[in-house]
């Protein structure tokens, strides 16, 4: 009855390189966010997924990332040319729907630092 | 409009003591979620408040729902060294997603 999955749990990338970071819902779920969480900050909401559907995005830069949940797989948070201030703890959530009472589930993270 | 406050920013109690954390909103709130995270871990689903003046029990924590749904607290009674951790409560942002809109958090720290 594994939780929600994300790997890696630390990843260290020199700016310029790519970042992608991994997550997979628990069992039975199939809509998931992201957030970004800045040392000593709270969680901003980045971006929320259904299976090979965008829903929202509004809290994605505009540029450098992307993210995909595809039909097979998991969900991917891609961060292109990567820079200082893209470091932070990226967490993933997942809940069986959309539903308004549904609480999310988040997995460990994956701990992002920049060179 | 969308930002959710907390208060205070940081605690620190001797154990035993009480302590109470409030989330505030300018706007009325479909519903109030609580979570807490570990120092070094991921935030956990502790509960989720619907209904106007609710109020809930988890053994030492006990969750309010203010009468207009703007505002809500969690109060954790004779806090043990386990409490310790950042409490954010989280309100539903609405409409056709489901993001949640975290507050900015209230770091607990106990004294043993």
């Known amino acids: 009855n594994a939780g929600v999955m994300q790997n890696p749990r630390h990843l260290v990338r020199r700016r310029g390189q790519e970042a992608r970071l991994r997550c997979s819902p628990m069992k039975g779920h199939s809509h998931v966010y992201w957030y970004r969480q800045l040392p000593e900050e709270g969680l901003k909401f980045m971006v929320y997924l259904q299976k090979e559907n965008i829903i929202d995005e509004s809290g994605m830069p505009k540029e450098r990332f992307s993210a995909e949940f595809p039909k097979e797989g998991p969900s991917i948070l891609r961060i292109q040319q990567v820079v200082r201030g893209d470091s932070a703890a990226y967490f993933c959530?997942?809940?069986?729907?959309?539903?308004?009472?549904?609480?999310?589930?988040f997995g460990d993270g994956t701990r992002l630092s920049i060179l | 409009g969308q930002q959710v406050m907390q208060i205070p920013q940081y605690q620190h109690v001797q154990e035993g003591e009480d302590f109470t954390t409030y989330c505030n909103s300018s706007t009325t709130l479909s519903n109030i979620q609580w979570y807490k995270q570990r120092p070094g871990g991921h935030p956990v689903f502790l509960i989720q408040?619907?209904?106007?003046?609710e109020v809930k029990k988890q053994k030492r924590l006990t969750f309010q729902f203010g009468e207009a749904k703007k505002n809500s607290s969690l109060h954790i009674t004779a806090t043990q060294t386990t409490d310790v951790g950042t409490y954010f409560c989280a309100r539903r942002y609405g409409g056709a997603t489901n993001k949640l809109i975290f507050g900015t958090g209230t770091l607990l720290a106990v004294q043993p």
């Open positions: 959530a997942s809940s069986p729907s959309g539903g308004s009472n549904q609480p999310q589930h």
């Open positions: 408040l619907v209904k106007s003046g």
